[in-house]
């Protein structure tokens, strides 16, 4: 029996009986189980293979994120390297060692 068939036997008991907390909850369970299958469904994950597929989107997403930091501590060194270079030749134009620098 899937969930769908489940879920109208209990609305059946439910509506039959009088919606006791236990038949409440037990409809719940299974509104929301189908509901999840059918996400899963829809997004394509329903499949047996579909946590190595969910395993390789966190890998790739890992070095993404890995390789982002790298990009922005090496952009954050080279603009902090420029900013000394221009540091070290202001001072060496006002020492007057101009003639070394050009």
């Known amino acids: 029996m899937n969930n769908e ?7 059946a008991q439910a509506e039959g009986d009088g919606a006791d907390l236990v038949t409440l909850r037990a ?6 189980d189908s509901g999840a299958v059918r996400v899963l469904d829809r997004l394509g994950l ?12 966190r ?7 890995d390789a982002k930091a790298s990009a922005w501590k090496a952009a954050i060194r080279w603009v902090v ?15 007057g060692l101009g003639h070394l620098v050009s």
């Open 5 to 11: 068939e489940m879920l109208a036997r209990l609305m």
């Open 27 to 32: 409809i719940v369970e299974e509104a929301t």
């Open 46 to 57: 329903a499949d047996p293979s579909a946590q190595d597929d969910i395993d390789e989107l």
């Open 59 to 65: 890998e790739l997403l890992g070095a993404w994120r």
């Open 81 to 95: 390297r420029g900013a000394l270079a221009l540091l070290l030749v202001g001072i060496a134009m006002r020492l």
